[in-house]
Structures are given as C-alpha cells and as structure tokens.
C-alpha cells in the first residue's frame, strides 16, 4: 500500500477511536482482521501519536487485570509481547497483553 493510502486509514482509525468504536469494528471497516488493525495502532502509538483506546479495554479486562498488565509494563525491561506471555504464564491472551502495551506506550512512552 501507498504511504497515502497508510495516512489515510490512520486519520481514520483515529477518528473512529475518537468516536469509541469497538476494534473489531474499525478494523472490518478497514477491511483488516484484529491483528492487522494492533500493528496499525502499535505502529501509530510508536510514531509518537496518542490514543485513548480505555473504553475498548474496560470490555475486555477488568480493573485489576489492567492494573497488573500496567504494573508489568511498567517494571519490565523490555516491551515484548512474548515477554509478557512468558511471565503471566498464559493467563492473559495476546490481544489483550498488545492493548495494554498500546495503552502504555501512548500513555507512558510518549
């Protein structure tokens, strides 16, 4: 894809998140599956670009698994997924450790 076309579906993926969409939503509208549209928004929260995906994550964790997932992020070394994966032991999905690390990194890392 062009450049364009990628800013093009940013500013969207933006607005639709401004708008409180469900994820899975916006990356259909795209015509993306979930794992598609989490490199997007890793890819914009990397870019220095801030977003406010809590309203999606309060559907899928409760508050104190967002407060775990936060706490690791904060204290771990590195921000790999598979890290994460390894150190909860399969208690949490890969999904939801990426929204947290996406929630962090627009949140802390910018």
């Known amino acids: 894809k062009s450049a364009g076309n990628r800013s093009v579906q940013k ?12 994820l899975p939503d916006i990356a ?10 989490l490199l997007d928004l890793e890819t914009i929260v990397s870019s220095g670009t801030r977003l406010n995906i809590q ?7 409760d508050e104190d698994q967002q407060q775990e ?4 992020f904060m204290q771990s070394e590195t921000d790999e997924i ?3 994966e390894d150190y909860f032991d399969g208690d949490y999905e890969e ?3 990426r929204l947290m690390r996406i929630k962090f990194m627009s949140e802390i890392g910018n």
Do not use: C, H, S, T
């Not at 969207?12 to 969409?21: A, F």
């Open 69 to 72: 997932l936060m706490e690791y």
């Open 95 to 97: 999904e939801p450790l």
């Open 82 to 84: 598979r890290a994460a």
């Open 28 to 37: 259909k509208g795209l015509g993306r599956n979930m794992n598609e549209l």
């Open 55 to 61: 309203y999606f994550i309060n559907d899928e964790l």
């Open 11 to 22: 500013v969207q993926i933006i607005q639709n998140i401004d708008k409180r969409i469900p």
